[in-house]
Structure formats: structure tokens, C-alpha cells
């Protein structure tokens, strides 16, 4: 079958949209700078020598890479990051700045070993350090009209069985304006995280063997909490003005709730659920594990 170089242009175009999207989705994007918006004229390029070889075995080729790289141009002049920084000194900091359009922001954290904690408010839109042996860290902001997107991974570049990599922390303070959406993917680490200061609309964790300690205020009026787990440790601790709702198959897991009733087998609420101006939804899905539920 013979394509025509429109086809292959448009139809490369597509596929490189397309995927470049569901990487994105699954944070696996790490190539893709916004700055490559400075490199719109190898676009003009391409297209002058699509010119100059009409009617070659080479103009096939051009179309399949002009398609491409329209796809990463309008991807990087969009959506691409503000900032694509690699550290891999034991300790640095990294921050981004705050812009006033902002409204709401994401928080994407992925690590292994190590602690990560979280208090304070800062003039940025994020500022923090981190540190590490023997890690690789990529910490990614990207801006989208009144969102913003930020990303930090951390991992070992050489796992030691018996060195010293598990040593990896994150301390992280976040501006108090925006409303913020929390993921964070967490091997076997200490997470400490007091998020009162935070207009924290939705919170995602998941995490393997963990000692986790979580802090909720009551800036939003809805707090959607979803916890997976396996062999951890878990408090969170909730404003006694609040409601809040439990809900998962808890069957395996030592509970300790403060003051909350237990509607069923699967879903615990306090007393004041149904009438409570702000309420936190905790959603859990764990294994053997200690959950414990302190109001404040």
C-alpha cells in the first residue's frame, strides 16, 4: 500500500499527539521542555526541503518527521514544562514561582525509601530540598492557563542492597492560594505531612510499608482522601468541626477512630457527618495495617 505524504504527515502527526499524551498521563514525559517553542523554525526547515526533494524516496521521510515534531512543538508550546531540572548532588533545594493567575495547582511526588514532610507556606508556588545518596532527581513545573502541574521523582540511579540510598528526603512547603490536588507514590518511606495551611481538595496515596501521618484542615469545604496501602501505618488527623466519612473493606486492619460511628461494615462517619459545613471522604483500599483517625 502506497500512502500519499499528506497521510503520512498527518497520520505520524496524530500518533505522536496521541502518545505523547497518555506518557504524559502516566508521567513518563521527561523530554519535552516548553522551551522548545524556540525552535519553531527547523519547522520551516522541514518544509523547505519537502519542497526541494518533491517527487523523491526522500520526501516520504521528511513528511514522517515534519508530523513528529508539529506533535512536540505543539505539545512543548502548550503543555510542555517551565522547567526540566535533573539533580544528582545528596542535597539541593528547588522551588518554582508563584504566578497570581494561578487557581489550582497538582502535586505529584514519587520516591522510594526515605521521608518526606510537608508544613509552612511559601511566597512560591512550591520551594524545598531534598536529599539523597546515589539518587537521581527530576523535579518538572508546567503551566496551563489558571493550572499548574508540578512533578518530583526521585530514584536510584545504583541500587545498593547495603549502602546507604535509603536515605532520601523530601521537605516541601506550598503556596496557601491555589487549590491543590496531592499524589503522592511512596515505596517504604516515612511520609509526615501537615497540609492545614493548604486548600486541599483532593489527596491520593499510595504506598507499600509506610509510618504515614497526615493533617487536614478545613480551607475546603470537600476533601477527597484516597489511601492504598499494604503493611503501613497510618494517623490522620481531622479538624473536630469536620465531618468525615470512612469508607473500604477494613476486615484485616487494627482501627482506632476518634469518635466515629460505625454505619457498616465497610463505612465509619462522625456524628456530625450529615450536618458539617466541611467534610474529608477517606476512601481506603489496605492490607494488614494500623489505621488511626485523631480529631484536633
Not at 468541626?241 to 484485616?252: A, F, I, N, P, Y
Request: net charge negative; glycine share 8%.
Amino acid at each position: 500500500m502506497k500512502f500519499k505524504n499528506g497521510q503520512l504527515f498527518w497520520g505520524f502527526f496524530f500518533l505522536s499527539i496521541g502518545a505523547i499524551f497518555l506518557l504524559d498521563k502516566n508521567d513518563y514525559i521527561n523530554f519535552i521542555p516548553h522551551e522548545i517553542i524556540n525552535y519553531w523554525p527547523v519547522l520551516i526547515i522541514l518544509w523547505g526541503v519537502a519542497i526541494l526533494l518533491k517527487n523523491t524516496i526522500a520526501k516520504p521521510i521528511i513528511s514522517i518527521v515534519s508530523g513528529i515534531f508539529l506533535a512536540l512543538f505543539l505539545y512543548g508550546s502548550f503543555w510542555g514544562y517551565t522547567e526540566n531540572s535533573d539533580y544528582s548532588d545528596e542535597y539541593a533545594n528547588f522551588s518554582e514561582e508563584f504566578k497570581d493567575s494561578t487557581k489550582n495547582a497538582t502535586l505529584k511526588i514519587t520516591t522510594g525509601m526515605g521521608k518526606i514532610t510537608a508544613n509552612g507556606t511559601t511566597e512560591k508556588l512550591i520551594s524545598g530540598s531534598f536529599s539523597g545518596i546515589n539518587t537521581i532527581s527530576n523535579f518538572k513545573t508546567r503551566y496551563d492557563n489558571n493550572d499548574a502541574r508540578i512533578v518530583f521523582k526521585q530514584r536510584n540511579d545504583d541500587i545498593q542492597i547495603l549502602g546507604k540510598n535509603g536515605n532520601n528526603n523530601v521537605d516541601f512547603s506550598l503556596n496557601p492560594n491555589p487549590i491543590w490536588k496531592i499524589y503522592l507514590t511512596v515505596g517504604a518511606a516515612n511520609v509526615d505531612l501537615d497540609l492545614t495551611e493548604y486548600k486541599v481538595s483532593e489527596f491520593n496515596l499510595e504506598t507499600g510499608a509506610t509510618n504515614c501521618d497526615l493533617k487536614f484542615g478545613n480551607k475546603q469545604e470537600i476533601i477527597d482522601v484516597s489511601v492504598e496501602m499494604g503493611a503501613a501505618n497510618l494517623k490522620i488527623f481531622i479538624p473536630r468541626e469536620s465531618g468525615c466519612q470512612v469508607k473500604g473493606d477494613m476486615v484485616l486492619i487494627s482501627k482506632e477512630f476518634d469518635d466515629l460511628v460505625e454505619i457498616d461494615k465497610k463505612k465509619y462517619e462522625t456524628d456530625n457527618f450529615q450536618t458539617a459545613k466541611n467534610k474529608i471522604l477517606i476512601n481506603l483500599d489496605g492490607g494488614v495495617s494500623n489505621f488511626e483517625i485523631e480529631r484536633y
